[in-house]
């Protein structure tokens, strides 16, 4: 083989391992998200929130609006809300909000409920492109969310297959803390238990209003939490357990 030939065989090598290599990745993403994905991925599995001081964890408390209840029978998610809590602080200035067009029809009631029009969606931007950005606003976080199965449940669903990433993040329902001083508390509408708190209640089922009220609703609990003497997560884990 000649040089000009060897040349040209590494060469067609190359470009066939390169293929290899991304042959899995979904055709949108490019190496840099892919990388992303991987670290944040790594950091989920070294990250240790358990212990840390309850004031000062810092978690995201999300909403999601969607089109119905079942991600597994072809519902879909509309909208995101985010706001990043310290401890007991909200910071009012880290929040994320974005419309997701859904691709399919949206039924009249959800229209209705979430005052988001047919024409807000059909110009919003891809689910997998916000996805991207939501993960990237988060990070490793823990998450909490008002009814989070309901959350966990879509973004397991939808980072799997719009992504190809495995939705690892800790998600903590606010009926966690709550349970500290209601031990058999129901499942209550956000709205409710937000007026029992003496929480405003304003434009509900608004992805972001939502995140908001249940960020005043976690960092409530919280404060009642350390006044009871638990110091982190852990602790709380651990009375829960006895009292199941």
């Not at 229209?111 to 988060?138: G, H, Y």
């Not at 709550?178 to 509408?189: C, D, G, N, Q």
């Not at 509900?204 to 960020?215: E, F, G, I, V």
Request: charged share 25%; with cysteine.
């Amino acid at each position: 083989m000649g040089m000009n030939d060897m040349v040209r065989f590494f060469r067609q090598m190359t470009g066939k391992l390169g293929s290899h290599i991304y042959a899995g990745m979904p055709p949108h993403l490019n190496p840099q998200k892919m990388s992303f994905l991987r670290q944040l991925q790594k950091e989920m599995k070294e990250g240790n929130s358990l212990d840390c001081p309850l004031e000062e964890l810092p978690v995201v408390v999300f909403d999601l609006e969607t089109t119905g209840f079942y991600p597994e029978k072809g519902d879909r998610i509309i909208s995101i809300g985010a706001v990043k809590v310290i401890g007991s602080s909200i910071l009012d200035g880290e929040v994320f909000y974005s419309l997701i067009n859904p691709e399919i029809p949206v039924p009249t009631d959800i229209l209705r409920l979430t005052s988001i029009t047919d024409e807000d969606l059909m110009t919003a931007p891809q689910t997998t492109e916000v996805l991207l950005k939501f993960l990237n606003f988060i990070g490793s976080s823990v998450l909490i969310a008002h009814h989070a199965k309901h959350e966990q449940a879509f973004m397991k669903k939808f980072t799997s297959s719009h992504l190809r990433f495995n939705f690892e993040h800790r998600v903590i329902d606010t009926s966690f803390l709550i349970r500290l001083f209601k031990p058999v508390v129901t499942s209550l509408p956000l709205e409710q238990i937000c007026l029992e708190c003496g929480i405003e209640v304003e434009n509900r089922h608004h992805a972001l209003a939502d995140a908001k009220m249940t960020a005043n609703l976690w960092t409530f609990y919280i404060k009642k939490a350390r006044e009871q003497g638990y110091r982190d997560l852990r602790e709380v884990y651990e009375y829960l357990s006895l009292i199941r």
